[in-house]
């Protein structure tokens, strides 16, 4: 099973990036996740534009089309998300890469709710399936700790892998149903 991350930070010590790579460390045996690593290359959104004529676009869709479900992690700022992120989820819009597509989101913080009831209204606005059970918090500001350090603190692996497990069962669960 492969399984996206999607940091809607583009700083390089992200702690929400930093969070997805920690994830990451704990899927289960089988499962892969790939962190998108092209939201900065993606041009603003103009549907006048030809998806396929801008390698980065491309990249992104075939990315989110190919994977079994996404993992979403996000600052909030000025009490939204970062525009780069809604950049490239309008990308998707155009596209049928995102239909019926399960998705978590990772918080970085308990302080940004209503950055992450957003991010739940717009994609399931866009066709996205949220398991809300896996959906969690893992508070890291003030903590420049690298994600093998992060996930060397037991309560923090523990809830990471337990949501991971969560969010891999309602795939297979959905599957199951197609």
Known sequence: MKLLGISGSLRAQSSNTRLLQAAALCAPEGI??????????????????????????????????????????SPEYARGYPGTLKNAFDWLVQTDAHIDKPFML??????????????????????????????IIVPLMGNDDMPSEIVGDAGIKNLLSGSLS?????????SSLE
Request: hydrophobic content about 40%.
């Open 32 to 73: 892969s996740i790939q962190i998108a690593d092209c939201l900065g290359d993606l041009p603003h959104f103009n549907p006048d534009l030809d998806v396929t004529d801008h390698e980065p676009l491309s990249q992104w869709i075939d990315l989110v089309r190919c994977s079994d479900g996404l993992i979403v992690s």
């Open 166 to 174: 969560t969010f891999v069962t309602s795939i297979l669960s959905l």
């Open 106 to 135: 990772l918080g970085a913080s308990d302080r940004s709710t209503v950055a992450r009831d957003s991010l739940t209204t717009v994609l399931m606005t866009m066709s996205g399936l949220h398991i809300e059970a896996a959906s």
